[in-house]
């Protein structure tokens, strides 16, 4: 053994290609969710508050049958509207009002050129989820029997020409920038399977767990890079430039993508050392037609019927449903609310998720060594991982949704996105403990499932908020996410399991022929 890891060391003179992979995949994964998060930041710039304002204020005047408008400042200060001295205050609360006044009156000079009312703005960044969810299972058949590494490139590549398109499509009308999101949505969607078969094709068994980290950790370091660099580029640049420059930089990962990495070790022709090659082969030990033949043969119904998988999908549903609100609707809340300027905003709401990406790479390391010293049990592990990705960030919406200090509202709002970094160590891993042959299908039904608050949390924001954000239509929000959470920690909890299922067994004679039959252990068991 030692031997063996001698001459491993002295065969690998540079970053062994599997990590590479692995890092290349990284960046690629937060070019994808850059791309996702940016027009959180973007729409911030490019939408004429004002105008929308003064034009729901407009529309609510008409139907209350209002004969007389005074309004002296160019911001709309709910002044007398009738000819006998009433004022619209007495037909809201103060609170509000003085709310309302205060958003216009703050982002009056960060207005943009298009009048996109509340709902519009929701349909605009739920539209990317449309895309995404219809991508999914064809993404991961395409990743599987064409190559997971052109899935990967074209998914980035989709992302960059919608992204040299948006301003264009913008000027023209606001369903020509929605189609845009779509394609983007579609190039997000087959990113995550084709990232699944390239770590399972380049990772040694007891390194899949580190290998998988580090790629799908890219995730929280591109909402970091995205969110500062879009606001900056907004502030400084103007919005259009948001589009433009990301679009042109990720081009740079395209190229080295499709000349450094192949979609496989045999396949590698450099940087790879003919160690590596026969060290990651040799730890394998499996025939490359496997998975074509086990797609043939997954056992429908029995995962249907599996509580396991069950308590999986609907851990990944509500958790997804908290992170989807934090990550696209964060911004928002810190302008509309908050009251952050936009360089502001994007430093803060970058924050929380720089703060993430050490928290996965961290919290996925110490669940390892606790595995390896037998002091906890896989199933343990993943529940734990599960309870710091739901109860903090639970206990945390509860803080904000009476926490009168901006300051106290902040660190809440970064202890709860970074908690929910243990979700890759835990209900997202939990499909390869429960059924290592079908892990990819469990992956993409499970994601489509959880895909559905992407485009439903806009819609759902929008039409709280719709008529002014205040702090008690979010207090609405966060409450649903809190019930959400809940039913995600008791489901986990009592049918979560770590334990291979039997259902991942059937049909395991028919997937070699006898003569390629080997040992099944490294397979089967699960993840570290």
């Known amino acids: 053994m030692a031997t063996a890891a001698a001459d491993e060391v002295r065969g690998f003179r540079m970053i062994p290609m599997r990590y590479l992979m692995s890092i290349m995949g990284s960046i690629g994964m937060a070019i994808i969710y850059g791309f996702k998060v940016n027009l959180s930041i973007a729409i911030v710039a490019m939408v004429n508050h004002t105008a929308v304002a003064m034009q729901a204020n407009t529309t609510a005047r008409v139907q209350h049958n209002v004969t007389e408008y005074v309004a ?87 992302n960059v020409l919608a992204s040299m398109l948006m301003p264009t499509a913008a000027e023209i009308h606001y369903t020509a920038f929605i189609a845009m999101r779509i394609i983007q949505g579609i190039g997000g969607g087959v990113s995550f399977p084709a990232i699944h078969v390239m770590v399972s094709k380049w990772a040694p068994p007891n390194e899949r767990s580190i290998l998988a980290s580090i790629a799908y950790a890219g995730t929280a370091l591109g909402t970091v890079i995205s969110i500062l660099l879009s606001g900056m580029i907004a502030a400084n640049l103007g919005w259009k430039w948001v589009f433009y420059i990301e679009g042109l930089l990720c081009l740079i990962w395209c190229t080295a993508w499709l000349i450094l990495v192949q979609d496989s070790p045999e396949q590698q022709k450099i940087i790879i050392t003919d160690e590596e090659r026969q ?15 086990k797609l043939s043969s997954v056992p429908w119904f029995q995962i249907m019927r599996s509580a396991p998988f069950w308590a999986i999908l609907v851990a990944h549903f509500c958790n997804n449903f908290g992170w989807y609100m934090l990550l696209i609707e964060l911004p928002i809340f810190m302008s509309k609310i908050l009251h952050y300027d936009l360089k502001s905003n994007a430093w803060l709401s970058a924050l929380p998720y720089f703060c993430m990406w050490i928290f996965t790479l961290g919290l996925s390391k110490l669940l390892v060594i606790m595995q390896d010293k037998n002091w906890i049990s896989v199933t343990v592990s993943r529940k734990i991982g599960t309870l710091f990705s739901s109860a903090v960030p639970m206990f945390c919406l509860l803080g904000v949704s009476y926490a009168s200090d901006k300051n106290t509202v902040v660190a809440l709002m970064t202890i709860a996105i970074t908690c929910i970094g243990g979700m890759y160590c835990g209900f997202l891993a939990n499909h390869i403990d429960i059924a290592p042959n079908y892990a990819g299908t469990l992956v993409a039904l499970t994601n489509t499932v959880a895909t559905i608050p992407g485009f439903v949390v806009p819609i759902f924001v929008g039409y709280f908020v719709k008529e002014c954000a205040t702090t008690e239509s979010w207090r609405v929000i966060f409450f649903l996410m809190v019930g959400l959470y809940i039913i995600e920690m008791l489901i986990y909890t009592m049918f979560g399991t770590g334990e291979e299922q039997p259902w991942n067994k059937l049909n395991s004679h028919n997937i070699h022929n006898t003569e390629q039959t080997v040992p099944l252990k490294e397979t089967r068991h699960p993840i570290k």
């Open 72 to 158: 002296p400042h160019p911001l709309f200060r709910f002044h007398s509207l009738f000819p006998n001295g009433t004022t619209m205050a007495t037909m809201m609360t103060s609170s509000m009002e003085k709310e309302c006044n205060a958003t216009l009156e703050r982002n009056y000079d960060q207005d943009g050129p298009f009048v996109w009312t509340k709902d519009i703005e929701g349909f605009i960044l739920s539209s990317y989820f449309i895309g995404y969810i219809v991508s999914l299972i064809p993404g991961g058949m395409m990743a599987e029997y064409v190559s997971a590494k052109w899935v990967l490139n074209i998914s980035v590549l989709l």
């Open 279 to 293: 060290f990651i082969l040799n730890s394998q030990g499996e025939p490359k037609e496997t998975h074509k033949q």
